[in-house]
């Protein structure tokens, strides 16, 4: 079965630093989705970024590139010039035909 | 971007009764539409995969007879939480696939059982 793993419960950064989440996973598929959420108070589930296991580039939306590291089944989420408005729920997430979630990493971002 | 419509957005009921609870893809069709569970500060847990016309299937130790779902057509499931009792209180969510890798969810229901 895949499950996915979220190390880190809480993660703290500074406005307008960069912070790092970390998460593995683990499957014996070759072809998959990894996915990062983004979970604020509101509780909505918000796409973050989407990396396609075939690729080896890493995906990068913005402010938000990931470091994929497939032999490693390692997916961590780099959050670059963070703000305020980041401070939110951090789920990584694995998808063959079904999603699976990890625990989630709590981000607080400090002014 | 794709939406996905969940109603109601927060219930509260009596113990022993039932709750229905919708979502809806409005501007696509979904072939596939799961169904989560999340536990205060805990994760999504998924409870039921659905497809169209068929079957759901159900998560180990998800009792499909207390959690009816039915996905009776390509923009509609539903969840019907039977004989609802306190330990059933949760936040549920469901999401929605048009058949690619991609998964829109809606906003989720949040269901207390007094």
């Known amino acids: 079965a895949q499950t996915v793993t979220q190390s880190q419960p809480e993660m703290s950064v500074q406005e307008a630093e960069t912070v790092t989440l970390s998460c593995t996973y683990d499957?014996?598929?070759?072809?998959?989705?990894l996915f990062w959420y983004k979970q604020p108070p509101s509780r909505q589930m918000i796409l973050v970024i989407r990396?396609?296991?075939?690729?080896?580039q890493n995906a990068t939306e913005n402010r938000f590139s990931v470091n994929f590291q497939k032999a490693a089944k390692s997916f961590s989420l780099k959050i670059s010039d963070s703000q305020l408005g980041d401070a939110a729920m951090y789920f990584c997430a694995y998808k063959w035909d079904d999603m699976r979630f990890g625990a989630g990493t709590r981000l607080t971002v400090k002014p | 971007g794709a939406v996905v419509s969940q109603h109601p957005s927060w219930v509260i009921c009596k113990s022993g009764t039932s709750v229905k609870i919708e979502c809806r893809s409005l501007?696509?069709?979904?072939?596939?539409m799961f169904w989560y569970r999340q536990f205060p500060k805990q994760s999504l847990m998924l409870m039921a995969t659905?497809?169209?016309?068929?079957?759901?299937?159900?998560e180990q130790g998800v009792e499909k007879d207390k959690f009816l779902i039915n996905h009776a057509s390509l923009t509609l499931s539903t969840l019907t939480v039977t004989s609802a009792h306190p330990e059933d209180s949760s936040f549920y969510i469901c999401?929605?696939?048009?058949?690619?890798?991609?998964?829109?969810f809606g906003s989720g229901t949040q269901l207390s059982v007094l």
């Open positions: 499957t014996s598929e070759s072809d998959y989705y």
């Open positions: 659905s497809n169209e016309g068929s079957k759901a299937t159900y």
């Open positions: 501007d696509f069709q979904a072939t596939t």
């Open positions: 999401s929605a696939s048009p058949g690619d890798e991609k998964l829109f």
């Open positions: 990396q396609e296991a075939y690729k080896q």
